[in-house]
């Protein structure tokens, strides 16, 4: 019953990452000022130099600000204003470009760890079916280190997904991947993306990833 509900609520479309007015600062240099709307199924390319500012821009919007930075302006994730609340509260999905699994836990053990509560039956169906979406069928009890680093990176993107977010950021997500599995990985992620109507924010390096976003692309500039 509340899994339904939740899958109607994702397919409402309503979703939206709001970016407004913010400014960003270090001591009391302003690193970027922005103000972006990201639909949900949207993804929002950010580039611009080493130091420019971006991992700052996805901590700020985690509620991970380091020491020394400070902001204004305000976040609102499906309307509703998440700026001032708790990390953990906000629903924003990450993924890096380390998969960093847990090593003493299985795949499923992984997924599982970062999953909302609901019956342990219906968990492990739930993970098995999504691991067999993502091309791993029944690599449930497999360790991580056993897996190759494509493996990985999928396992990494089902754990973030089943965590049911409501706005996923890529912080480099795929640049530990060669050509290939680049391709391969990003085309999942994205389609995931999609799939399950998320607004998402992705930092990169490479050219192609922008382009195979399809979205908007923003670069920032060195202050330095
Ligand atoms: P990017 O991700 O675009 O490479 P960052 O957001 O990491 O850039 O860094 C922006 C600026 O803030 C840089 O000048 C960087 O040196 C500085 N910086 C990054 N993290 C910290 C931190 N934890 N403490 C102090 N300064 C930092
Ligand atoms: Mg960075």
Redesign the pocket.
Known sequence: MQKHERTSAAMANTSSLVIEQLTLK?QQQV?LSLNETIAGGDILTVM??????????L?WLTGML????SASGDIYLNEKKITDIASHQRQIGLLYQDPLLFPHLTVAGNISFAMPAEAKAQRKATISQALSQVGLAGLEQRCPQSLSGGQQARVALLRVLLSQPKAILLDEPFSKLDSQLRQETRQLVFEQIRQHKLPAIM?THDQSDADAAQGKIIS?FS??
């Open positions: 270090r690193l611009g130099p080493s130091g420019s500012g971006k991992s700052t821009l901590n380091p020491k020394g930075f930092v920032l202050v330095d």
